[in-house]
């Protein structure tokens, strides 16, 4: 079986600043790697995915994941934050063929001005 | 493009009484999942479905059922419901990347069902 662990509940940061959100997994076969955001009483957005290949992988909104695998770690990065990123955060592991999704517990991002 | 869609979006039930909620997965898509979300907790894996199958189950007891229907459409189905089973509940579809041999399985969730049990 696979386990995600978030190492932060919450994280606080002012606009502009940048943010790491930590994740580490723990699996014995291969993964895939997901970061889910969700807003405020709505559901999970895919927030970007590491499948194969580069282990940087980047979103559309500046967000950028690094997977490491000597480490198990798949954090999540930006250089700079915007208020808008206010979120919760998730990270989660796949490790099989059409398999379930293990989540960890979350990381609040509050951002403020 | 839709994407997944649930309902109710809100409901309240009273213990021991029995819900179902409903979901229309993304179009194109054929593999339906649930998760159960409690309040500050990641999302708990409940069950998979596809071709009209249950494929692949978590942790969760035999009070929580489901269904697929022909369209790919899927029911979640609580029965004697317990004062924890209040939760947000989520149903995500999926399409399998590489599928037939290896794949992830990306997931499109939807906006959810939030249930409270009183």
């Known amino acids: 079986a696979q386990s995600v662990t978030q190492l932060d509940s919450q994280v606080p940061v002012f606009e502009e600043a940048p943010v790491e959100l930590r994740c580490n997994y723990s699996?014995?076969?291969?993964?895939?790697l997901f970061w889910y955001v969700q807003y405020p009483n709505q559901g999970l957005q895919l927030l970007l995915k590491?499948?194969?290949?580069?282990?940087l992988v980047e979103s559309i909104n500046g967000f950028e994941a690094e997977f490491n695998k000597s480490q198990t770690s798949f954090h999540l990065r930006k250089p700079s934050v915007h208020i808008s990123d206010t979120a919760e955060y998730f990270c989660?592991?796949?490790?099989?063929?059409?398999?379930?999704?293990?989540f960890g517990r979350g990381t609040q991002l509050t951002v403020w001005p | 493009d839709a994407g997944v869609t649930q309902s109710p979006t809100h409901l309240i039930k009273t213990r021991g009484q029995q819900v179902t909620l409903r979901c229309s997965p993304k179009?194109?898509?054929?593999?339906v999942s649930w998760y159960q979300q409690a309040l500050g907790q990641g999302p708990q894996f409940i069950f998979q479905?596809?071709?009209?199958?249950?494929?692949q189950r978590g942790n969760f007891p035999d009070r929580f059922s489901g269904h697929q229907f022909p369209n790919y459409s899927s029911e979640l189905n609580v029965n004697a419901l317990l004062l924890g089973d209040s939760a947000l509940y989520l149903c995500?579809?999926?399409?399998?990347?590489?599928?037939?041999?290896?794949?992830?399985?990306?997931?499109?969730f939807g906006a959810g069902s939030r249930l409270t049990v009183l």
């Open positions: 479905y596809y071709e009209e199958e249950e494929r």
């Open positions: 179009s194109g898509h054929d593999t």
């Open positions: 989660a592991v796949q490790g099989s063929t059409l398999g379930r999704l293990y």
């Open positions: 699996s014995s076969v291969s993964v895939y």
């Open positions: 590491y499948l194969s290949g580069s282990t």
């Open positions: 995500a579809s999926s399409l399998v990347i590489g599928r037939g041999n290896s794949g992830a399985n990306v997931l499109t």
